[in-house]
């Protein structure tokens, strides 16, 4: 059974940093590509990054240039470094892995 667990979320003020952690239980992490989404109530789901197993990365326009993902395989860990954090970062972020596996998400709230 693939879990994953995130943590590193916080109360924190604009222009702060958070890292964010997720890490994955079971063999589906060495071959899949791990995204961080962020959800606001009442909004949809959204992509904020994503890695590939080969460490290609992609970024939301929002959160380039501030948002660094980051893997490590030999933790079966993922990261999600956050720079220069905005109000409009507040958001539930979510570590999720190909197959539908997703965490219980960890809160993110950025004061201004």
């Known amino acids: 059974q693939v879990q994953l667990v995130e943590s590193g979320g916080g109360l924190v003020q604009a222009g702060d940093s958070l890292r964010l952690s997720c890490t994955a239980s079971?063999?589906?992490?060495?071959?899949?590509?791990m995204r961080w989404y962020r959800q606001t109530p009442g909004k949809q789901r959204d992509l904020v990054a994503s890695i590939s197993m080969r460490g290609t990365t992609e970024y939301a326009d929002s959160v380039k240039g501030r948002f660094t993902i980051s893997r490590d395989n030999a933790k079966t860990a993922v990261y999600l470094q956050m720079n220069s954090l905005k109000p409009e970062d507040t958001a539930v972020y979510y570590c999720?892995?190909?197959?539908?596996?997703w965490g219980q998400g960890t809160q993110v709230t950025v004061s201004s």
């Open positions: 079971g063999t589906i992490y060495r071959s899949t590509v």
């Open positions: 999720n892995a190909d197959g539908g596996f």
